[in-house]
């Protein structure tokens, strides 16, 4: 008897185990859900005199956003950085590749809401921090770190 005590108590916390994991990765999901008002594209509208710029964000699933940062000379493309928002691990990345850089750099979400999210990574030289705030049609976007900071205001052109 005390054989099948065992083995049922067993079972009966490797279930416990298994739902806890499923309702995080559901918790992690619902979060990720948060991040949908992003998707589209968005211009700059506080670039340098002569520039301009924009980001576009598609979804490629329920778990993963990928996205483009762009800042053009008059016509001429000056820079791309190639964007990812997505789980691993059971967290929220925002990931960032940037042509001539070997790896990309890694930011773990560290707080999202409705309408706004923060990532950061205190190890990356600059910047440290990436905020995202939306506010109707605009957003905030803010890279900050070692007491510098550059914020970047776009508006909403396009919906995809």
Not at 3 to 16: A, D, Y
Not at 31 to 53: M, V
Not at 58 to 84: R, W
Request: charged letters at 25%.
């Amino acid at each position: 008897m005390k054989t099948l005590q065992i083995s049922f108590f067993s079972c009966l916390i490797l279930f416990i185990g298994m739902s806890c994991t499923s309702c995080q990765q559901e918790t992690i999901t619902q979060k990720f859900k948060k991040l949908n008002w992003l998707i589209g594209k968005w211009e700059r509208t506080n670039a340098k005199a002569g520039q301009s710029g924009y980001e576009t964000w598609s979804a490629i699933s329920d778990t993963k956003l990928t996205g483009q940062g762009v800042t053009l000379a008059g016509n001429e493309t000056v820079f791309v950085e190639q964007l990812e928002l997505s789980i691993k691990d059971n967290e929220i990345f925002y990931i960032v590749s940037v042509t001539g850089e070997p790896k990309p750099v890694y930011f773990k979400m560290t707080s999202i809401e409705k309408d706004s999210f923060v990532c950061e990574n205190p190890e990356h030289d600059f910047p440290k921090k990436i905020a995202y705030k939306r506010n109707g049609n605009k957003i905030k976007a803010i890279i900050s770190g070692d007491g510098k900071s550059v914020a970047y205001d776009f508006e909403k052109v396009e919906s995809r």
